[in-house]
């Protein structure tokens, strides 16, 4: 079982950065690939970003690529996403998701690869 908790959230302007972070309880963090995600009301659970279980591989949606960096430390259970330019099209509640290792990166693309999944924590980007 793994429990995750983000945090980091808030209201900043266009062009601003916020710094997200995702807290995992458990002693099997390494084990899992960590994904982001974003949803906007109305809309699906969109991917944003994923590290792998060592953290030796990423991937980002087309939209955040050069913008975002996921990373993550193993020895403090914890995942980041650093996001830089933020853009009004970026607001949206933000979940991260743990998938036991071992799937290719265009699965973790897919909400549905995911064995757990935190609450979420609100960005809003204001123009």
């Known amino acids: 079982q793994v429990q995750l908790a983000e945090i980091g959230g808030g209201l900043v302007q266009a062009g601003g950065s916020l710094r997200l972070s995702c807290a995992a309880s458990g002693r099997t963090f390494r084990i899992y690939d960590m994904g982001w995600f974003r949803q906007a009301p109305g809309t699906e659970r969109e991917f944003v970003a994923v590290t792998t279980y060592s953290g030796d591989s990423t991937d980002y949606a087309d939209s955040v690529k050069g913008r975002f960096t996921v990373s993550r430390d193993n020895a403090k259970n914890t995942v980041y996403l650093q996001m830089n330019s933020l853009k009004p099209e970026d607001t949206a509640l933000y979940y991260c998701?743990?998938?036991?290792?071992?799937?290719?990166?265009?699965?973790?693309?897919?909400?549905?690869?995911?064995?757990?999944w935190g609450q979420g924590t609100q960005v809003t980007v204001s123009s």
């Open positions: 998701g743990a998938a036991y290792y071992g799937s290719s990166l265009s699965y973790l693309r897919a909400p549905t690869t995911y064995n757990y």
